[in-house]
């Protein structure tokens, strides 16, 4: 199938602006299908809103964006096929407080989908298995620990079955105990050939899991290549820099 | 061998009656003297009322115009069609209290509990044998509720179809032999009560929520016009929208369509309460943390079910209190329109006390009306505390 190497993301130039301060200024990124980028850099730097533009939680002012041959504009029907392929998953979890574990990973596929509710379940207790808490299916999430949570999110987003995945920095809330299990699922994700897109300072998961691994900061990507380029042999005296800080 | 610590009781002292009395009511000298101001003070405002209500108050004002309280000028040979709505709301309590338990379930026995007790007053009349039938009813009603378990959805739909049914039922049609037409400006007393709060609770609460989201719209028309009911009608007292529905609204409607009091006050209520409503369920929406809109939409979901299956239910959740508080104060605020020329409670209570054989019984026919307001008004607001509890306010 062509799709095999297609360029699932292609963003030319983006900018944005946040009143008068320029977050973004000309990132221009292209991911393959199949690719797992992780994104790093200082707080600030626009990792995470970059990757809020590519599903439509932050409008772009400047540049294209396309996704899956789909540009993202503001009409309404682009931004609405674009969501249903792009799960995401936040650093709050973001779960529904009043639906069960259940409701929350079966609400979008029946209402956005328009699945039935015996395949939506069937969905749902599949992932949950895969993510490793299929007993949990009837609890609410306060009910629930932060890696479990997490868990249910990722659940949650591969429900609509995306053919691509962002992570904004999904392990920063969590207790240091409870951050494996989270990046586990993640690994065993990206090793099923899941396009992902995952902001995190996990350099341990970058190293084991990215293809290729991308510094921005202030609003520019600085410098990219793969794991083994970065680790080793970082060309900028900045993505030199912040990687000492958090390598120590 | 002594006493193992795992098996040591409390001190005698700090459990049982004596034991909290200690604790709580003589823990100091200084609390123990506020202690016996405050039972000299209760003492004496209690007592006089006591015996006042038992030796010189004159009843008889209330039992001999108990039929005027409860319906007002309702033709009192078709009052047993009221007595029939009390039967309809006693079989839906009854299913509805075994159906879906938990707090139904304590109302229908205090329900139960009523009628026997008011059965057991003398009131004497076929007022005795319908409120046993009523009481039958309700436990039919629990009874034949236990088989009904699957049915929950459907029994919410009851409820709405009952409501109807009431006014149909209340109404009659004109020209029916059966159901003769009663127009709404005969209906009184605590009926009237009922029917304006339970009308417009009904009614302003939807209106409230639309308006609340459109305050919020994007479309600059609807959040204007929003804006602008709510905050024409929060500067307006009730009772000046009151006395403008009943002059106003007519001029709105069609030439010869006319619209009795009734309906005008209901109206007046309803828009009236609504515009409330909104801004207590705006409170809610604004508590809404970003990250539920943000990973709703991010799933695909549209406006429209972003706000039904995400924003509105935890909303309302949050602002049950204000909600509840709200419609308390709607129930009370019916008795405003007495001064619209309506008989409800209040006002059949005050023609009562024009009649020469009842004159100079304010107090009594007053505490009684106090009364009846506040059992409902407590129960209102019981039911909204164990609501809170059931839905888990205030935890996330």
């Known amino acids: 199938m062509s799709s095999d ?15 008068r301060l320029h977050v973004l200024k000309g990132i221009s990124l292209t991911v393959k299908t199949g690719e797992v980028i992780v994104v790093f850099g200082p707080s600030g730097s626009g990792k995470s809103t970059f990757i809020r533009t590519i599903n439509r939680l932050e409008e772009h002012q400047r540049g294209t964006i396309i996704v899956d041959g789909i540009e993202l504009t503001n009409d309404i029907r682009n931004i609405a096929a674009i969501r249903q392929e792009i799960g995401m998953v936040f650093q709050s979890f973001n779960l529904f407080p009043h639906l069960t574990v259940m409701q929350n990973i079966t609400l979008a596929p029946m209402w956005v989908r328009h699945w039935s509710q015996e395949k939506s379940e069937q969905i749902a207790h599949d992932l949950l298995k895969r993510v490793g808490i299929p007993e949990q299916a009837d609890k609410f999430p306060a009910q629930l620990s932060g890696g479990q949570q997490q868990r249910v999110a990722i659940a949650r987003a591969l429900a609509m079955q995306p053919k691509i995945m962002l992570f904004d920095e999904p392990t920063s809330a ?63 005296d900045r993505t030199k820099l912040f990687l000492s800080q958090i390598l120590h | 061998m002594a006493t193992s610590v795992d098996t040591l009781g409390p001190p005698s002292t700090s459990v049982g009656v004596i034991g909290w009395l200690r604790k709580n009511l003589f823990s100091s000298w200084f609390n123990s003297i506020l202690t016996i101001i405050c039972l000299v003070l209760i003492y004496s405002v209690v007592s006089p009322l006591l015996i006042w209500a038992f030796t010189s108050a004159r009843w008889t004002v209330i039992t001999e115009n108990l039929r005027l309280f409860m319906t007002g000028p309702y033709p009192p040979d078709q009052v047993w069609r009221v007595w029939l709505v009390l039967v309809i709301v006693s079989a839906m309590f009854g299913i509805s209290a075994s159906v879906f338990g938990g707090t139904i379930r304590t109302f229908g026995t ?11 007053l003398p009131f004497g009349g076929d007022g005795r044998v319908w409120l046993l039938a009523n009481l039958a009813i309700l436990v039919a009603g629990f009874l034949a509720g236990t088989r009904l378990q699957k049915w929950r959805a459907w029994v919410v739909a009851a409820w709405l179809v009952s409501f109807f049914a009431t006014l149909v039922l209340l ?57 602008l009911y709510i905050e024409l009608v929060r500067g307006v007292p009730l009772v000046t929208i009151l006395f403008m529905t009943q002059i106003m609204l007519p001029l709105f409607l069609p030439q010869g369509m006319r619209v009795d009091n009734v309906v005008r006050a209901m109206a007046a209520f309803t828009l009236f309460t609504a515009a409330y409503m ?10 809404i943390p970003g990250g539920q809109i943000e990973a709703a939409q991010a799933l695909g979901l549209n406006n429209a079910l972003v706000t039904l299956f995400i924003v509105l239910p935890q909303a309302l959740r949050m602002v049950i209190p204000a909600i509840v508080s709200l419609f308390i104060s709607l129930f009370k605020d019916t008795t405003l329109a007495t001064i619209v020329a309506l008989l409800e409670l209040l006002g059949v209570g005050r023609s009562v006390l ?8 304010q107090t009594e026919v007053y505490v009684f009306i106090a009364a009846i307001f506040f059992v409902f008004s407590y129960a209102m607001s019981f039911a909204s505390y164990r609501l809170e509890a059931a839905l888990g306010v205030g935890k996330r």
């Open chain 2, 171 to 227: 109404q009659g049609f004109s020209g029916s032999t059966v159901l003769p037409e009663i127009g709404t400006n005969q209906w009184g007393g605590l009926l009237l009560t009922f029917m304006l709060a339970v009308v417009s609770i009904v009614l302003s609460f939807p209106l409230g929520i639309l308006l609340a989201l459109g305050r919020r719209s994007h479309l600059p028309a609807i959040k204007i016009f929003s804006i």
């Open chain 2, 110 to 120: 205090w329900l139960a509990a009523g009628y026997l007790l008011l059965a057991l």
């Open chain 1, 5 to 19: 190497v297609k360029d699932i993301i292609i963003c030319k130039d983006v900018h944005k602006w946040f009143d």
């Open chain 1, 174 to 236: 969590l207790d240091p105990e409870m951050i494996k299990e989270v990046l586990d699922v993640m690994t065993e994700l990206a090793k099923s050939g899941m396009t992902m897109i995952v902001v995190t300072h996990e350099m341990g998961f970058a190293r084991n899991v990215a293809d290729r691994m991308v510094f921005f900061d202030g609003g520019e990507i600085i410098e990219q290549g793969t794991p083994e380029q970065i680790f080793k042999n970082p060309q900028h």
């Open chain 2, 278 to 287: 909104a801004e207590n369920v705006r409170g809610g929406l604004q508590a």
């Open chain 2, 354 to 361: 024009a009649q020469p054989e009842f004159l100079g019984l």
